[in-house]
């Protein structure tokens, strides 16, 4: 078995990776957006619901989180989840968004009430006032723990193997039930590359953002 | 006609009274300095006339037109409250400046974003501001970079660039250094001579007495003296302004 076959099988393994990795951003940012909204809203039940649930995601194993979405629809509702990337998508994109909600939460207080007050005497609407002098503030303040949490996305993406989505590594597994086993050990390189990209694009960005303080 | 009448304003925070019946008015191009100790009600009755807060009780008139009237308040639409407040402008403690944009953008913004002329008009209009509170040299600074005296000065430019009828300060000079006090309270007597009417919740006796056209004094949520500076200063009448007076000197 040549080095080039197994890199390539990895490499077609760790395109999962990457695509769930994607995917969950892509859908769990707004929706951790949202969900931090709901947790800061001023109408209670509503802000408490979203309270309760943010502690369950935030309480249990995404492992765990992974095994309901998958099962559950099947065993319950007697409509089984065939299409296993999606699931372990549901899974990530929940789990995520509830992480995500607590830093936006984090970041949205932090800022002072001064900032509102002055965009009302201003005579700014609401909207303005979020879009054109929080927000990038926020942007700010979040940008260290969305990297974190970003970054633990990457290594965690590897979890949905334990629903057999074909992440990468199952697919060095297989090279391990054949008896060789340095395949299983190579993955880290893929993992240590993508994190170290990450990395460079979060040093990236927090310095173009350190003009203000 | 005044340009301003506040009518029997009254505030309360929970249970607690914080204004109990405030009630003034305001020639055009006068300057009107509140006094007062710490928890007088200043700030609410400031905070009240920009509609930060809404008072529970009273009137607020500018130019004879009634903008607040709290058996009312509640019809009033979110942009109406907008237009309304713009009649006044608010100058915080604590500057208040926009972190991430500089001098020109923090003054800029809220006019360009109102609509309230080309983008042309709107920075040719900030940048007569900037000189005018002698800054033109820091139009491109960000606030980080700026001495507490300097921002307090782009924040007095950035609230008259929407050309409010009265401008009101919250104690303008308490969060900076003593030698920096004096820059700010320049542009304020400048803003005089320019025929600004302006309301100055300040700490500065000196200043108050030099600059102010009429002096109120506030105690327990109430106008416990109003007057000239020269009445006030030289010859109060009740005993609470007297002993006031004699705390701070
Ligand atoms: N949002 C609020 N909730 C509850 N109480 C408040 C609130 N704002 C002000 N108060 C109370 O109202 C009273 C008057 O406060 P205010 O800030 O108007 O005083 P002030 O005259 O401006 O004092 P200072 O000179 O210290 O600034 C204080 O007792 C304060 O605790
Ligand atoms: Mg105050």
């Known amino acids: 078995m040549s080095f080039q076959q197994v890199s390539l099988s990895l490499a077609a393994g760790f395109l999962e990776n990457c695509r769930l990795f994607f995917e969950t951003l892509l859908f ?37 989180q992974l095994f309901v979405v998958f099962y559950v629809p099947g065993l319950v509702f007697g409509i ?22 607590e830093i936006f ?40 723990p969305m990297s974190n949490e970003i970054i633990t996305l990457v290594k965690d993406t590897s979890l949905a193997r334990v ?47 350190s003009y203000f303080n | 006609m005044s340009v301003l009448e506040v ?57 004879g037109e009634t903008i607040f009237d709290a058996s009312s308040v509640k019809k009033l639409s979110d942009s109406q409250i907008r237009d309304n407040r713009l009649r006044f402008g608010l100058v915080f403690q604590s500057f208040n400046l926009f972190p991430q944009y500089n001098v020109l953008k923090n003054i800029t913004l809220a006019p360009s974003l109102l609509k309230r002329g080309t983008s042309e008009q709107i920075e040719q209009e900030a940048l007569a501001l900037i000189e005018r509170v002698g800054l033109l040299e820091k139009k491109e600074n960000y606030p980080c970079q700026l001495s507490g005296g300097q921002q307090q000065r782009v924040a007095i430019a950035r609230a008259l660039a929407l050309k409010p009828d009265i401008l009101c300060f919250d104690e303008p000079t308490s969060a900076l250094d003593p030698e920096l006090t004096g820059e700010v309270l320049k542009v304020i007597r400048d803003l005089k001579s320019g025929d600004s009417t302006m309301i100055v919740v300040t700490h500065e006796m000196e200043f108050a007495r030099s600059v102010s056209d009429k002096v109120i004094f506030m105690a327990d949520g109430v106008i416990e003296e109003m007057g000239t500076p020269e009445q006030i200063f030289g010859n109060p009448k009740s005993p609470k302004t007297k002993s006031f007076l004699n705390q701070i000197v």
Request: glycine share 10%; charged share 20%.
């Open chain 2, 7 to 63: 009518k029997n304003i009254k505030k309360s925070f929970g249970k607690t009274e914080v204004l109990k019946g405030i009630s003034f008015s305001l020639e055009k191009g006068e300057v009107l300095s509140i006094i007062g100790s710490s928890g007088s009600g200043k700030t609410t009755l400031l905070r009240c006339l920009n509609f930060l807060e809404f008072a529970d009780g009273g009137t607020i008139s500018v130019d």
């Open chain 1, 105 to 144: 939460r984090g970041g949205i207080e932090s800022i002072s009430k001064g900032q509102y007050e002055a965009g009302q005497v201003l005579g700014l609407t609401k909207r303005q006032i979020f879009t054109k002098i929080i927000l990038l503030q926020v942007t700010k303040r979040i940008v260290p």
């Open chain 1, 80 to 101: 089984p989840m065939r299409n296993r990337m999606l699931a372990a998508l549901i899974a990530f994109v929940i789990n995520y968004a509830c992480y995500f909600s």
């Open chain 1, 163 to 209: 629903i057999a989505v074909g992440e990468i590594l199952l697919a060095a597994e297989r090279f391990a039930g054949k008896g060789v086993i340095w395949p299983l050990f190579f993955t880290g390189v893929y993992f240590l590359a993508f994190c170290g990209l990450l990395t460079l694009l979060f040093g990236y960005i927090e310095k173009k953002l």
């Open chain 1, 28 to 64: 769990s940012i707004p929706l951790g957006l949202l969900i931090s909204f709901c947790t800061m809203s001023k109408f209670k039940p509503l802000s408490f619901v979203f309270k309760i649930i943010v502690w369950c995601i935030r309480g249990t194993p995404l492992m765990l």
